[in-house]
């Protein structure tokens, strides 16, 4: 009776452990499927993507759109004074379960790529987007893509302390 009772417990060892991988490998291939982090605030427009050449070197460089053009109000109070604004967002893409903004180069309006000029043209985007890991400046005249990323840079902090 005493070997019987061993085999017993063997046995609801074993499936306790087989439920437990089950589980665990779900969870974890949960985890790895294909799922683009999109801020919670980030206002999705899905339905109103137009083509544009943007789109094909998009598409080249494997990223998937998500979100054609956004508009962002804005509204500035300035010294009891409400100031109306907006920012925009060509596009929302991803690639590689990362989400990306996209802003198309304008003629008009060209980037100096030096750090003072990409402050001024980016940073209100990354301080909106936080969880977005980077800006994508499609120029569609030069057929490229410039990828800016908000980085701190530790060593500068030295000049403060």
């Keep these: 009776m005493e070997g019987r009772n061993d085999v017993i417990l063997m046995f609801l060892i074993g499936v306790t452990v087989v439920i437990i991988l089950f589980y665990r490998l779900r969870g974890w291939s949960d985890e790895n499927e294909a799922s683009v982090l999109i801020p919670e605030m980030m206002p999705i ?4 993507i137009f083509d544009h050449p943007a789109l094909d070197i998009l598409s080249d460089a494997g990223y998937e759109v998500l979100s054609g053009k956004m508009r962002i109000p804005i509204l500035f109070d300035a010294d009891g004074v409400q100031l109306h604004s907006r920012l925009y967002i060509d596009y929302l893409v991803s690639r590689d ?14 980037v100096e790529w030096t750090g003072s000029a990409v402050r001024n043209e980016f940073l209100h985007y990354f301080l909106l987007y936080p969880e977005c890991k980077g800006l994508l400046y499609v120029d569609v005249a030069q057929k490229e893509i410039k990828e800016v990323y908000l980085r701190m840079n530790d060593d500068e902090y030295e000049w403060y302390e």
């Design 45 to 48: 427009r899905e339905e109103e």
């Design 97 to 110: 379960h990362a989400t990306y903004m996209v802003k198309l180069a304008r003629e008009r309006r060209p």
